[in-house]
């Protein structure tokens, strides 16, 4: 794991390693989804700048378009204990990440519309959903 240093005693995960990868694509169901799962996190530079920014001010995350909910894995793995809100209209996908989350009393996940968003006051991100 490589880490930075933000600033006195902060030290920031800015990447995660294989076997950290590997462990998070362990949560979801079926090869594909494992190898999608690893792939992603591995390749997409956007979890470790949003949880490097997220770990400099800790608050509650709100993740709109949250998928499958990799973000929150990412989190957990790099350390952050933070309350976790996904919301995503998809209910296949949503139910994915509730399997994948089982277990975890810190992170939720709704079926849920953008147009009607719960109040909120944390950090909201919206990571793969405006492409």
Known sequence: MRSSVAGPGI???TKLDALQLLEISRHFPGRWLQGYVRGKLKSDPVYAA???EIRIRPAPIFDIGCGIGLFSHYL???G???EYLGIDLDAAKIKIAQQA???NSRVSFKQLSCETLPPWQGHIVI???LH
């Open 11 to 13: 030290a920031l995960v």
């Open 50 to 52: 949003a949880a490097k």
């Open 76 to 78: 957990k793995m790099a």
């Open 80 to 82: 952050d204990d933070s």
């Open 101 to 103: 989350a089982r277990g």
């Open 127 to 129: 990571l793969d959903t």
